[in-house]
């Protein structure tokens, strides 16, 4: 089990990534998704694509996702523990739903590429109302709203400061798929904004993520386009639930953002009772 984006030992998004998965059948990787209780659980199998290092299944509770970002760079930790070398000096490949994914290893980080957008736009008035009755504010506490799904299905709402979004008390469940992101900047410190994340897991109840790298992957696209921030910066993630996860993200020459997170394996053992 690893520790993902915490900035302290046991501060950021477990997740569970289960080594040489090849004879786990989908239904039992659900299954065993299902009985961990964690947000997210990784199956590592050899890749298909000849560029790639290896290949990550990934399971929430209730479905397989395309593509998720604390169990993109934890499945990479675990990858990199056993000692294989990727096939270039800096890079590893990872394939996964939404294609091939690579992530950059520096010295006590780990980050990866952000996927393309698979939605983007305003949302409609329809859905703009379900999330402000979801979160239970006003119309005018909304400074922007956009979709930022590259594949869990983020919406993004913007609020004016990092106070508004720690003070979200959102509803305790709801009775359709929903997956909203809040941001909102602080006036100092280390992290330049707030991220608070929520979904309503199989049961239908309502669960804030402690810290969310696909999140913090498509709010970063979302609020460079738009000019809310300009270079690298820190974002804190987790501080309701008593976490300290920080995301540090950047923007290269070519555009590409980066997402990365500290990764700490925290548990280890071998799985009993399935292939």
Not at 52 to 65: G, K, N, P
Not at 121 to 127: N, T
Not at 231 to 251: I, K
Request: glycine share 12%.
């Amino acid at each position: 089990m690893i520790d993902v984006f915490g900035s302290r030992p046991l501060s950021g998004n477990p997740l569970a990534v289960v080594l040489g998965a090849d004879g786990l059948t989908t239904g039992e990787m659900q299954r065993l998704a299902r009985w961990l209780n964690l947000s997210e659980t990784t199956f590592l199998l050899p890749p298909t694509h000849p560029e790639a290092d290896y290949r990550v299944r990934i399971f929430s509770l209730d479905r397989e996702l395309p593509f998720a970002g604390h169990p993109t760079l934890g499945s990479c930790h675990a990858w990199l523990s056993t000692g294989r070398a990727a096939s270039k000096a800096t890079e590893i490949v990872q394939e996964c739903g939404v294609g091939l994914v690579t992530i950059r290893r520096e010295p006590g980080l780990l980050s990866f590429a952000a996927p393309p957008l698979m939605r983007s736009g305003p949302p409609s008035p329809a859905e703009l109302s379900e999330a402000i009755a979801f979160l239970r504010i006003a119309p005018g506490d909304i400074v922007d709203a956009a979709w930022v799904d590259n594949g869990p299905g983020w919406l993004g709402i913007r609020l004016a400061s990092a106070q508004k979004v720690l003070a979200l008390a959102p509803q305790r469940s709801w009775p359709r798929r929903i997956d909203i992101g809040v941001v909102g900047p602080h006036s100092a410190g280390e992290a330049a904004i707030e991220v608070r994340a929520f979904f309503n897991n199989h049961l239908g109840t309502i669960v804030e993520d402690p810290v969310t790298g696909s999140l913090n992957a498509s709010l970063a696209q979302w609020l460079f386009s738009t000019g809310v921030v300009e270079g690298d910066y820190v974002a804190a993630q987790g501080t309701r639930l008593g976490l300290h996860g920080r995301v540090h993200v950047s923007r290269d020459s070519t555009g590409q953002v980066w997402v990365g997170g500290r990764t700490h394996t925290q548990v280890s053992g071998r799985l009993q009772g399935l292939a």
